[in-house]
């Protein structure tokens, strides 16, 4: 059953995060990052910018995570572990939720790409027929059963202990729906979505296939459209995909998480404004410093959006 997306329809527009580190990072290292995080001063910005939702990473294809989990240790079994000591993930909620923004996560549907330790002992295989690390491939995919039943207790570890803290989640890398997910049996679409759900039944769901245009929903299992987009903006038609809320995710720099502003302010706020007026959710990417700043010049980005939103 669908959750209700009345909430993220009338917020109309939001920030994302990706929060990252190079998979030779230690876990000492990544222990420092993660406790330097100041989570008041990255709140503050974005309440001085009025964004009503941020998504943020607990982590993707390094193997390290921005949040303690005990299902994922047991599974992968390394000393000291990559899941940092710190849940930043319950610290963001707590500086988020006192001003008045509501908090989502990011995940990849696999396990780290770069993490060979993790890949092995989760049993999870990139499924191109050339690896994934040379770009190479025409995807296949495979069943993977064992992965998928681990991968949804880990999820399902992470979304118990957050309870409602977490109001929506981000499935990335869902290229191979046919071969992994499309069973009437579980593991299967449903069986992800419950994990995710595990700890809050109201919370959102989305499954990325990757960068298509025009956006569509990849399954009824989820409650919005991951709509992940690059170059082309593509028109909204309507609030519903399918019986999923149309949302998009765009990045506002050069690249994912990085560079300069790649849009004109003018730019960025007339397409929020758009979706919005036609029942669609905005979401843009932009980076984040170490230690929880944004550039001035997102800033300014976010505060133009802002206004051309409240002005509509």
Known sequence: MRANTDWFQQAGWGVFF????????????????????????FADQLAQVQAPYCFFTIGQNSGHYCAPNRVYDGFVGREPSLCSRRDLIADLYDALHARGIELLVYL????????????????????LDQPWEVGGGK??????????????????????????????????????ADAMYRHPEAPNFASFAAAAKAGNLKSLVAFNPGVFTPVFSLSEAEDYTAGEIAEAFPTCPGRWVDGAQYQVLSYLGERWSG??????????????????Q??????????????GAIAPAYMRQLTAINRAVQAR
Request: net charge negative; glycine share 10%.
């Open 278 to 291: 036609r029942g669609g959710v905005m979401t843009w990417d932009l980076p984040v410093a170490d230690d």
């Open 108 to 127: 990849p549907s696999g396990a780290a790409t770069m993490d060979k330790l993790a890949m092995e002992r989760l049993e999870w295989r990139w499924g």
């Open 259 to 276: 560079g300069q502003p790649r849009l004109t302010d003018e730019l960025a706020a007339a397409y929020t404004v758009y979706l919005i």
């Open 18 to 41: 990706h929060y990252l580190t190079s998979h030779t990072t230690s876990s000492e290292d990544w222990n420092k990052r993660v406790g330097g995080f100041d989570t008041v001063l």
């Open 139 to 176: 995807p296949t995919g495979e069943r993977l059963e064992a992965f998928q039943r681990r991968w949804e207790a880990v999820i399902a570890e992470w979304s118990r202990t957050w309870g409602n803290k977490v109001r929506g989640w981000w499935f990335d890398g869902c290229y191979f």
